[in-house]
């Protein structure tokens, strides 16, 4: 069963409803709750299905990013886990931004954790290859 997990702080300075929104601009969540951490609390978004991760597939394509995306899905893909960072800011304005670390993002990126069996054909529906800038294939959304 697939699992999708996405955590964002929410800093002293920042508004919650701001940051929901840059959450809701990529992410169809089942169930919100608020974590108490150091230095404020953390909100943790999750739901139990990959089409939940629609919206980001779709600015994905908008954005004409999928090659950028992949790289950092690699990069993040482990045995049942894709892990990967997007800017917090840009997704408030609904736009993609893959962060590499929490330092890149100044008031912290949103934190995705995946769980599937099949990791490569998550990030081949999410982020398809692409030659010449066109996706080579569109996979409907893998159901676990």
């Known amino acids: 069963m697939s699992r999708v997990v996405a955590e964002v702080e929410v800093r002293p300075s920042e508004v919650e409803d701001r940051v929901i929104i840059a959450l809701n601009n990529l992410f169809s969540y089942e169930k919100m709750s608020r974590e108490i951490r150091e230095l404020g609390y953390v909100l943790v978004a999750s739901s139990e299905s990959l089409g939940s991760l629609v919206k ?3 600015l994905l394509m908008e954005q004409r990013i999928l090659d ?3 790289k950092h899905l690699f990069k993040g893909a482990g ?3 894709v ?3 997007v800017n917090k800011q840009a997704a408030y304005r609904g736009i993609v931004a893959f962060s590499d670390s929490y330092s890149e ?3 912290g990126p949103i934190k995705f954790t995946v769980h599937t069996k099949n990791p490569r054909d998550f990030i081949d529906w999410l ?3 692409t030659a010449r ?4 294939w569109e996979k409907p959304v ?3």
């Not at 800038?133 to 080579?136: A, D, I, S």
């Open 79 to 81: 045995v049942n886990v």
């Open 105 to 107: 993002s100044p008031l």
């Open 127 to 129: 982020a398809p290859k």
């Open 56 to 58: 980001l597939h779709r």
């Open 133 to 136: 800038g066109k996706p080579l």
């Open 83 to 85: 892990t990967f960072m």
């Open 142 to 144: 893998p159901v676990e």
């Open 68 to 70: 950028s995306a992949r």
